[in-house]
């Protein structure tokens, strides 16, 4: 009868009929009942099985679970589709040879777990030997003081915890931990280890030194300081995107430096009406511009004192120089091209001259004793006439060399004098000193070298009889005076040159103690020359 083959889960494989054998149901030849010569095929398949079909290539019509030795090294399993691969695992304390890929070997010397890819061995773990100690990060649990479980990551050098990450609040662990005594979220250094720190470049930090980072200073915005500042060097602070200024210190002498050639250093004061410039520093000749000067102590300078402000003096708190309280000192000459008027009495010791009014209501003391004997001797020595309101008194002569005019009151308005000019220069006309004569017309713009204007008809000429106006022109130098312009022109501005003999208005920013000829008495609209009247008042 024939025989029926079953699987291991009662799956019928096969059925063989008497007398004959079936090779193609698996990989091995099943004999039939009665079949001649069938222990050549029993023999045959019991070494097949032992051997694990022992080939270079599987076994044919293999049955799942069927084992198969590929002979490249390899022990596999049929899993119904392809033969799989049964890991095989070797320890020893060195590399085993004739290895294939997916070997495993035990490093027992490293207590190391290893695996072959076909060429070399490659380290499974753990990443630290038996040599160097436990290394690595290993995932762990800490319970807290509530009894609360964590998943903490923990940093091992050396069998020495260095480190822990956590994700979670801050905590107590419940057992003491060496270096921890509280973890927080993020990456905890062991307080164990001596000198520990994070080594490397960090993009951020809530803190530096235990202070909040929100009160360091930044260097790309502007920053409140709510504390003193100090610079601990001589070199100081410096400011601006060319190192402009400088606050620093020489020696013992404390320093405040424009670094920029020729340029100004200017002090700026916010009052009720804005900002305004107090001082400035000229950069280009180190002269010192200042809006309004109130001193309680002593002012000294070594060089001399100018203003450009033409305000006329009537009282005792008006014009360009007012001493509201005290007296005035001068211990060498005082001069003046316009009135002297004083409320009070003159003292002069040594001598008294004006180009102009001499006025005081009281009266005027001379201790010089020297008496007269010609107009250039006595204790009162005027060069051109003397004009009184009152009376003249005097204990001895009174001579003079000449006496000319009709009143004690000039008809005209400028104090002028007669200079040798170089050429004819009509009335209007802006002179400066020099050229081949004594003076010359004006060709440059912003002279500092202005002279005067050439008048019409001076209220006191000076120098009267040398020589015409075509040779020596009346120059006026204080007064009311018609000048010749070009460009327009507002009442009150300051005039300055403006070449070829005219004048026109200046800039605040142009505007020296030097250069200025007068200022403006009427407007002017238009953009070409003409004559305008001009109060001119000159620095020599």
Request: charged share 10%; with cysteine; proline share 2%.
């Amino acid at each position: 009868m024939a025989y029926t083959i079953n699987l291991t889960n009662g799956t019928i494989l096969t059925t063989i009929a008497d007398g004959t054998v079936n090779s193609t149901a698996c990989s091995l030849t099943l004999v039939g009942k009665n079949y001649a010569g069938y222990g050549t095929f029993l023999n045959t398949d019991l070494v097949h099985v032992l051997e694990n079909s022992a080939s270079t290539t599987p076994p044919t019509t293999p049955l799942i679970g069927q084992l198969w030795w590929d002979s490249a090294g390899n022990l596999k399993v049929y899993t119904g589709s392809t033969f799989r691969t049964l890991g095989t695992m070797t320890a020893s304390n060195s590399a085993p040879t004739g290895s294939v890929t997916g070997n495993a070997w035990w490093d027992t010397f490293n207590q190391q777990l290893n695996i072959y890819n076909g060429a070399s061995w490659v380290l499974i773990g753990p990443a630290f030997t038996s040599n160097t100690g436990q290394s690595g990060t290993i995932v762990g649990t800490i319970t807290d003081s509530g009894l609360t479980s964590h998943v903490a990551v923990n940093v091992y050098v050396s069998n020495t915890l260095v480190a822990i990450v956590s994700k979670d609040s801050e905590y107590t662990p419940q057992s003491a931990i060496s270096g921890f005594s509280t973890i927080r979220p993020g990456f905890n250094l062991s307080a164990a280890i001596a000198n520990i720190r994070y080594v490397g470049t960090a993009t951020n930090s809530d803190a530096l030194g235990s202070i909040s980072s929100t009160n360091y200073a930044r260097t790309d915005i502007a920053t409140t300081f709510a504390n003193t500042i100090s610079v601990n060097n001589n070199s100081g602070v410096t400011v601006g995107t060319g190192n402009n200024f400088t606050v620093g210190v020489s020696g013992n002498v404390t320093q405040l430096t424009n670094n920029i050639q020729n340029a100004n250093l200017v002090i700026r004061a916010n009052i009720g009406s804005g900002t305004v410039t107090a001082l400035t520093v000229n950069g280009s000749d180190g002269s010192i511009t200042i809006a309004n000067l109130i001193t309680s102590g002593a002012f000294n300078t070594s060089g001399y004192i100018a203003t450009t402000s033409a305000d006329q003096a009537t009282s005792n708190v008006t014009g360009a120089v007012r001493v509201t309280s005290g007296g005035v000192g001068v211990n060498g000459n005082v001069f003046t091209s316009n009135s002297f008027v004083a409320l009070g009495n003159v003292v002069v010791s040594r001598e008294a001259r004006a180009t102009g009014n001499i006025s005081t209501s009281g009266y005027l003391i001379i201790s010089n004793s020297d008496a007269a004997t010609s107009n250039v001797t006595g204790a009162l020595r005027i060069g051109g006439g003397m004009s009184l309101g009152g009376a003249i008194f005097a204990a001895g002569n009174i001579n003079g060399a000449y006496f000319n005019g009709v009143a004690i009151n000039a008809l005209y308005a400028d104090l002028a004098e007669r200079f040798e000019a170089d050429a004819h220069y009509g009335p209007g006309t802006v002179l400066i000193m020099g050229g081949a004569a004594e003076v010359t017309i004006a060709d440059e713009e912003l002279s500092d070298d202005v002279f005067g204007v050439v008048s019409t008809r001076a209220a006191y000429l000076m120098n009267s009889q040398a020589g015409s106006n075509e040779t020596h022109p009346q120059v006026a130098v204080s007064g009311r005076v018609p000048v010749k312009v070009v460009g327009c022109i507002k009442k009150g501005q300051r005039l300055v040159s403006a070449g070829r003999g005219l004048a026109r208005a200046a800039n605040k920013q142009e505007i020296t103690p030097f250069n200025v000829i007068g200022r403006s008495l009427e407007n002017k609209a238009d953009d070409g020359e003409g004559t305008i009247y001009a109060i001119v008042t000159l620095n020599s």
